[in-house]
């Protein structure tokens, strides 16, 4: 079956910790983003990346960063700079990064630094 | 600048009881709108979008939509809910102009009670 895998579900963290969420999508979308989600803020774009080799920021990138060197895979890397890392990540593709993109979304990764 | 509005947090409803989730958003250009659904600790799902021609979507589930461009809403309605439709509802909008990313609303809690 296609679709988005995020890896590890649950994750704990230590201040001052890098760590990195892993995406993989066998979807063969060109597009993949990356979302956080709090309670009560909907979700809020980290970063995205239209082709390979490719990425751009997106409104929260500070404290984040990311590499998009295969199609399928796009990892995010929340660095200690990140004041706040706490927070549920979303990965998504969509098989453009133009027109009417609907995405696909993986189940998620929960960060906790404790 | 675009944005999305939920105007409603939260919204309880009794089981076989109707339901509408009400989004809003401001653009100065053309959009395209999605209502997508998210079950606990999971990604989002696509219920339903309108790109073009009729007004009036109809999504999963039974779930509904309809375009208002004079009062810029996109409201989701469902004519009774099941215990099963508790979730957290996104409105989202795409720009036509730009990069063509998502923004999401903040997201509606639908409790629906037996």
């Known amino acids: 079956d296609g679709g988005i895998t995020q890896s590890p579900k649950y994750l704990f963290r230590k201040e001052g910790q890098n760590v990195t969420l892993s995406c993989e999508q066998n979807l063969n979308h060109d597009a993949m983003y990356w979302y956080r989600q709090d309670p009560g803020q909907g979700l809020r774009l980290i970063y995205y990346?239209?082709?390979?080799?490719?990425?751009q920021k997106g409104d929260i990138a500070e404290g984040y960063s990311v590499s998009r060197e295969k199609k399928e895979s796009f990892p995010l890397t929340v660095t200690s700079a990140q004041k706040n890392p706490t927070a549920f990540y979303l990965c998504a593709s969509s098989e453009t990064g133009g027109g009417a993109n609907v995405l696909t979304f993986g189940a998620g990764s929960r960060l906790t630094v404790l | 600048a675009q944005s999305v509005t939920q105007l409603d947090s939260q919204v309880p409803v009794f089981e076989e009881a109707p339901v509408e989730l009400r989004c809003n958003y401001s653009s100065s250009v053309s959009v395209y709108l999605f209502w997508y659904v998210q079950y606990p600790n999971q990604g989002l799902q696509l219920l339903l979008k309108?790109?073009?021609?009729?007004?009036l979507v109809k999504g999963i589930n039974g779930f509904e939509a309809e375009f208002n461009k004079s009062q810029t809403s996109f409201h989701l309605r469902k004519p009774s809910v099941h215990i099963s439709d508790t979730a957290e509802y996104f409105c989202?909008?795409?720009?036509?102009?730009?990069?063509?990313?998502?923004?999401f609303g903040r997201g509606t809690s639908l409790i629906v009670h037996p």
């Open positions: 309108y790109l073009s021609g009729s007004t």
């Open positions: 990346s239209q082709i390979v080799n490719d990425f």
């Open positions: 989202a909008v795409i720009l036509l102009r730009g990069s063509y990313i998502p923004t």
